[in-house]
C-alpha cells in the first residue's frame, strides 16, 4: 500500500513538473514570437518606408508630425484588421500584431493554470484562477472598446 502512493505521488509530481515546462515554453515562446513580429514590421518599416497606412518618406520632421496627427500613420486597433494587414506585411500592422501576442501571452498563461488545477482537481483554485481570467479577459474587452 505504501508504494502504491509513492507511485500516485511521483506521479503527481511529474505531471506538475511537465505542465511547469509547457507554461515555461508558452511564455517563452510567446515573447519570442513578439519579438520577431515587432522586429519584422520594424525592418519592413525601414526598408520600405511605409507603414503600411501611408509613407512618410521624404516628409520633414514638421510634416510628419502632421501627418501623423492627420491619423494616417496611426497603429491598427481592430486585432482581425491587424491580423488581415499583417498577413500583407503591413509594418504597423505586423508590430500591432506583435504587441497583441504580447499582450495575449500571460492570458494564454492564466488559461493553461486553469486546465493545470482542473487536473489536478483542487476546485478551490479553478475558482480564483477562472476569476483572474475573466478579470483578464474583461479588461482586454474593455480597452478595446475604449
Known amino acids: 500500500m505504501r508504494q502504491g502512493k509513492s507511485e500516485l505521488r511521483e506521479r503527481e509530481t511529474r505531471e506538475l513538473t511537465e505542465m511547469e515546462v509547457l507554461v515555461s515554453r508558452l511564455l517563452r ?5 513578439s519579438v520577431a513580429l515587432v522586429l519584422l514590421g520594424v525592418v519592413i518599416l525601414l ?3 511605409n507603414t503600411g497606412t501611408g509613407d512618410f518618406r521624404g516628409l520633414s520632421a514638421k510634416e510628419l508630425t502632421a501627418y501623423g496627427a492627420g491619423g494616417a500613420s496611426s497603429f491598427p ?3 482581425v484588421r491587424a491580423l488581415s494587414d499583417a498577413l500583407h506585411l503591413r509594418a504597423y500592422a505586423v508590430i500591432a500584431v506583435g504587441l497583441l501576442v504580447l499582450v ?3 492570458v494564454l498563461r492564466v488559461a493553461l493554470t486553469v486546465v493545470t488545477f482542473v487536473r489536478e482537481r483542487d476546485w478551490s483554485y479553478v475558482v480564483m484562477t477562472l476569476t483572474v481570467l475573466t478579470i483578464l479577459c474583461s479588461a482586454l474587452a474593455l480597452g478595446r472598446a475604449l
Open 47 to 49: 526598408v520600405t518606408g
Open 29 to 33: 515562446g510567446g515573447v519570442l514570437l
Open 77 to 79: 486597433h481592430d486585432p
Open 104 to 106: 495575449l501571452t500571460p
